[in-house]
């Protein structure tokens, strides 16, 4: 047993299109230890969405080995991988991805919907995890009634309902303004303060400067890897 | 679990208000439709069983007249073919057990200054046993009554209820058939309707030999309208049907290749003839009602197929936070169930208020049997779960990512 939440070897994604395959990633390998803060970086198409798909149990590689939590995750079915996307890694979307019918309890309370825990329990879980993100008076509230930033905080309550204790975000500030982001991003340091494993896609160095840990993507394969700047020098 | 799955197929389905009214009249028309047709061909199997039953079992009716021109002949007044002996000699056939000779004709009767044209039979004592019919209150005249002629009568309770009223006891009272006073011994059970129709308690009984002399006083001397016979069991009738044809044929000197004076007619065989169509009627009525609601199965399915495209990001979000194919197949099942069961409570109440309706308007006998209240029901959960269930296994099947980049 090692540390290592994540293991990656020798790992492949391509894509089939109608023009034929696309290969997307090419040979990705890395490790990233449990409590780790991780930027992932890269130009437009260089394949961190697709990465960070196959971390979050979303999408299966075309070829290589990726163990989470030392465990091969080719060898769940759909049901085991759908208890890790519940329990396990908590994922937040550029594009939030709340339901759009649903209140902010009910959508934050979902993934525990599916943890099938009781609905007396559900709900204050859900109320207390929205207070915290400062959400206390738009329980009821549809996520189109309440601003981008807020919606992001909704969807990170969401992601950690369940308590995991590996958070992928790809580009979660994509879509807010300076300020919003540095909200958003104060939210991601808390939680990796008290010991979650955080990786993070984005654009921009002043988001990426927040993590300990900085991995860039270029055409499908990492061309760099390296510990943050503060972080070399506080050592 | 399943209980928060079922209020949110509840809210999906307030998503699109007039889509799911629209998807759901469908299963309401088809529901009330088959209960609504159930109600009617059960109905009208049940009307024709109980005046099959109140009929009396294994008869023949032996009619005076040639089966192809009967009408014309009794008409024609040239109908009096049968008498008192012939009834005697069917009677002392092998397979026959009881028999009863019958005469019958319209009389008015008069009571207290109440009237009304009623028919009258004349017959003897027999004709209760076979036709299991018995006195409701008083007695059945005697074959003392018929051997002296007497003017006793039997009333239906038809009769009764036209001419007394509800708070008179006709028992011992005097009523004037044709002008001639009978006195009321009994009033018979109620029989209802038979199956062609006619209400059997519109009648009063008399002795046959008082109906001939004093009732109908034109006919013939002894001549009897039609006989009734009973053979001694189901498995007699057709060796009884000839032996009647032969025995009367002989009897009134017929030859050969020349048609009948009479007719016999197997009773029971009619009756099941006319069960079996009533059956059959039903039948078909339940089979056009239940392509209706085949139609509103399609709908449900149609809805849910669109359902489920509309709401593939939707299903990509919920895979995506840990929904297992189970879930998603659970969720759109139930939200097709749903929309059926409901449709289906709709349509069982619409139907038993058409079925009350016709009974109010048409006078129909109508039906309602829990069997077919459950019978609809669990074949709405079933058309819910059927038509559901391919949209709802496409919706489970979805790959996460591509269903959260779906468009
Ligand atoms: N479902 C798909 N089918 C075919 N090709 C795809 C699919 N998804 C992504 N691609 C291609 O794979 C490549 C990598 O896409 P990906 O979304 O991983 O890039 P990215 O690094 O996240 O870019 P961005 O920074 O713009 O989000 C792109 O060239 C894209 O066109
Ligand atoms: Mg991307």
Redesign the pocket.
């Given at each position: 047993m090692t540390n290592n939440v994540i293991e990656i070897t020798g790992l492949y994604k391509d894509?089939?299109?109608p023009a034929g395959v696309?290969p997307?990633?090419k040979d990705v390998n890395l490790t990233i230890e449990a409590g780790d803060y991780v930027a992932i970086m890269?130009?437009?198409?260089?394949?961190?969405?697709?990465?960070?798909?196959i971390l979050g149990c979303l999408d299966r590689p075309t070829k290589g080995e990726y163990k989470l939590n030392n465990q091969s995750v080719k060898s769940l079915n759909n049901n085991q991988l759908a208890a890790l996307r519940n329990r396990t890694i908590g994922f937040v979307f550029?594009g939030f991805n709340l339901l759009a019918r649903s209140s902010l309890v009910d959508n934050v309370a979902l993934p525990l919907v599916y943890a099938k825990d009781q609905k007396e329990l559900r709900t204050k879980i859900a109320k207390n995890i929205l207070e915290r993100m400062g959400l206390g008076q738009y329980f009821e509230s549809r996520p189109n009634q309440i601003s981008g930033g807020q919606q992001q905080r909704v969807a990170i309550a969401r992601a950690l309902v369940n308590q995991p204790r590996i958070i992928l975000a790809?580009?979660p500030t994509?879509n807010l303004d300076s300020k919003t982001s540095d909200e958003i991003m104060k939210i991601f340091d808390e939680l990796n303060q008290i010991g979650n494993t955080i990786i993070i896609?984005t654009?921009e160095n002043a988001i990426a400067d927040h993590a300990r840990r900085q991995i860039r993507?270029l055409d499908?394969k990492i061309v760099e890897d390296h510990r943050n700047k503060k972080e070399l020098e506080k050592a | 679990m399943f209980f928060s799955m079922l209020s949110e197929a509840w809210h999906a389905m307030g998503a699109n208000r007039l889509r799911t009214f629209l998807t759901m009249l469908g299963m309401v028309i088809g529901v009330g439709a088959v209960v609504l047709m159930m109600a009617i061909g059960e109905g009208a199997q049940q009307s024709i069983k109980r005046s099959i039953d109140s009929m009396g079992s294994n008869l023949f009716v032996i009619l005076s007249g040639s089966s192809s021109t009967s009408g014309s002949r009794s008409a024609s007044g040239n109908s009096s073919a049968l008498n008192m002996n012939d009834a005697t000699a069917i009677g002392d056939l092998d397979d026959i057990g009881a028999f009863a000779p019958i005469s019958v004709g319209n009389a008015q009767i008069i009571y207290a200054g109440n009237n009304s044209n009623t028919p009258i039979v004349g017959t003897t004592p027999s004709y209760f046993s076979i036709r299991r019919w018995d006195v409701e209150s008083g007695e059945l005249f005697s074959d003392a009554d018929v051997r002296s002629a007497n003017r006793v009568a039997l009333v239906g309770k038809t009769v009764v209820e036209n001419l007394f009223g509800d708070d008179i006891d006709p028992i011992g009272k005097t009523i004037r058939i044709k002008k001639s006073p009978f006195l009321i011994v009994g009033v018979l059970e109620g029989k209802g309707q038979s199956f062609d129709g006619r209400d059997q308690d519109d009648t009063i009984i008399v002795p046959i030999t008082t109906a001939q002399r004093k009732l109908f006083g034109n006919q013939i001397p002894g001549s009897v309208r039609m006989i009734m016979a009973q053979a001694k069991s189901e498995k007699y009738m057709g060796v009884a049907e000839d032996g009647i044809n032969d025995l009367i044929r002989q009897r009134h000197n017929i030859r050969e290749n020349t048609e009948s004076d009479f007719s016999v007619r197997n009773l029971t065989a009619m009756a099941k003839t006319a069960s079996d169509t009533a059956k059959t009627m039903s039948m078909l009525l339940g089979a056009i009602a239940s392509i209706s609601l085949l139609v509103g199965g399609i709908g449900i399915m149609n809805i849910m197929l669109v359902s489920v495209t509309e709401r593939t990001r939707e299903i990509g979000i919920r895979m995506a936070i840990g929904a297992r194919e189970k879930d998603i197949l659970l969720q759109f099942l139930l939200e097709a169930c749903v929309i059926s069961i409901v449709g289906c409570v709709i349509g069982v109440g619409l139907g038993l208020g058409g079925a009350l309706l016709v009974k109010k308007m048409v006078g129909a006998e109508i039906l309602i049997s829990m069997q077919s209240i459950v019978l609809a029901f669990s074949v709405a959960a079933s058309i819910g779960v059927f038509f559901g269930y391919y949209p709802a296994s496409k919706a489970a099947k979805l790959r996460p990512?591509?269903a959260l980049?779906y468009q």
């Open positions: 894509y089939d299109t696309f997307v990633l890269g130009p437009s198409g260089s394949g961190k969405s697709t990465f960070m798909n550029q790809d580009e994509g896609v654009h993507f499908g | 990512i591509e980049r």
